[in-house]
């Protein structure tokens, strides 16, 4: 159990709409990053929040965007849906233990552009 | 640039028996960690274990270990006594401690697949 969560875990839409996922950490975990995994394919880095202002990004348009929440819940917003959008969003936060940062992921949401 | 590469798409193991999952990687960075992370058909990315490029010592978590040859630039994670529960995706990611200000950023390889037979 990371202590880190997601929702909603299934979503589906259609090409053009607008989509929020959510995340939540635990308290503490100041750093969250969300990554997009593609069915087949290891998960790309999107971009990353640092009490909350984005730090980081991968290569990803900014269609893409993010939030996150002095609660320690974050979101991904993603504009103008294209079908090569479907894919695993996974959401991990950041912890210091045995002083080594390590991320910890969430179970994902599956989205389904259509 | 970055990255790592894994070339087993898929390993079959017998319960009980040790399995080598490889992984090599290309960084100019000299500060980075490597990581290694299963993931079940339900789709969460759970962590196993992490090895520092400046670890002397080869990590160990339980029934995980590392094989951390630098000079090759490889990471290998060994399961020793396979069980059942061990059937998932296996992911090695490297993350380069400098990246600007993103230090937490992972990079992916593409995953080896390991079913364990009875």
């Known amino acids: 159990e990371t202590g880190v969560t997601q929702s909603p875990t299934h979503l589906i839409k259609t090409r053009g709409q607008q989509v929020t996922l959510r995340c939540s950490s635990q308290s503490g975990h100041n750093t969250v990053s969300w990554y997009q995994q593609a069915l087949g394919q290891g998960p790309q880095f999107i971009f990353q929040y640092y009490r909350e202002e984005e730090n980081g990004r991968g290569n990803f348009p900014p269609r893409f965007s993010g939030l996150q929440f002095p609660n320690y819940s974050s979101e991904l917003n993603v504009n103008a849906l294209e079908l090569d959008d479907s894919a695993l969003y996974l959401c991990?936060?950041?912890?210091?233990?045995?002083?080594?940062?390590?991320?910890?992921f969430g179970p994902g949401t599956r989205l389904l552009v259509l | 640039a970055q990255k790592i590469t894994q070339t087993q798409p898929g390993m079959f193991v017998q319960e009980k028996e040790a399995v080598t999952l490889d992984c090599t990687y290309d960084t100019s960075d000299p500060s980075y960690g490597l990581f290694w992370y299963k993931q079940p058909s339900s789709g969460e990315m759970i962590f196993l274990i992490y090895?520092?490029?400046?670890?002397?010592q080869n990590a160990t978590e339980g029934r995980y270990s590392l094989n951390f040859q630098k000079a090759r630039k490889s990471a290998n994670l060994v399961i020793s006594a396979s069980q059942l529960g061990d059937s998932a995706m296996y992911f090695c990611?490297?993350?380069?401690?400098?990246?600007?200000?993103?230090?937490?950023?992972?990079?992916f390889g593409t995953g080896t697949l390991l079913a364990v037979q009875p």
């Open positions: 090895q520092g490029s400046y670890d002397q």
């Open positions: 990611a490297m993350r380069e401690e400098n990246y600007g200000g993103a230090t937490n950023k992972l990079i």
């Open positions: 991990a936060s950041s912890i210091v233990l045995a002083g080594q940062e390590t991320q910890y």
